[in-house]
């Protein structure tokens, strides 16, 4: 018999958590990249998703992303027609006019939509 593990006696998702629980206890996060990297350099080959879906049974969620269409708003040079009016501050009453323009769109998304396309007329 033979005392060495071969590729096939190795549980991948077990070695995933090891490094992914070693990250966290010195304070990183768990990234599927990273620990990609440091299971190639011990010679195992595991795939993103696969790390992903350990990561998540785990309980480290994926970092939500940032939506495309806040940056559509932003101005060509940077700045906002709220920090052009006002020091960068939104009132209350900026809350309450957007508040009743989502509400007659009929959603957020619907709402930024129409900013956009009426953004493309100005130019």
Excluded at 27 to 45: C, H, S
Excluded at 56 to 62: H, I, L, V
Aim: aromatic fraction near 2%; proline fraction near 3%.
């Amino acid at each position: 018999m033979v005392d060495k593990k071969t590729a096939k006696d190795l549980n991948k998702s077990a070695e995933i958590r090891k490094i992914a629980t070693g990250m966290k206890e010195k304070g990183e996060k768990p990234r599927p990249v990273v620990i990609i990297a440091t299971l190639k350099k011990q010679g195992v080959e595991v795939s993103s998703p696969q790390v992903s879906m350990v990561l998540k049974r785990m309980g480290f969620r994926p970092r939500k992303r940032r939506k495309a269409a806040g940056a559509a708003a932003v101005k060509a040079n940077g700045a906002t027609a709220a920090a052009k009016r006002g020091g960068g501050q939104i009132s209350v009453e900026d809350l309450i006019a957007a508040k009743k323009l989502v509400s007659h769109f009929g959603g957020t998304d619907r709402a930024l939509a129409a900013l956009s396309a009426l953004k493309r007329f100005e130019s």
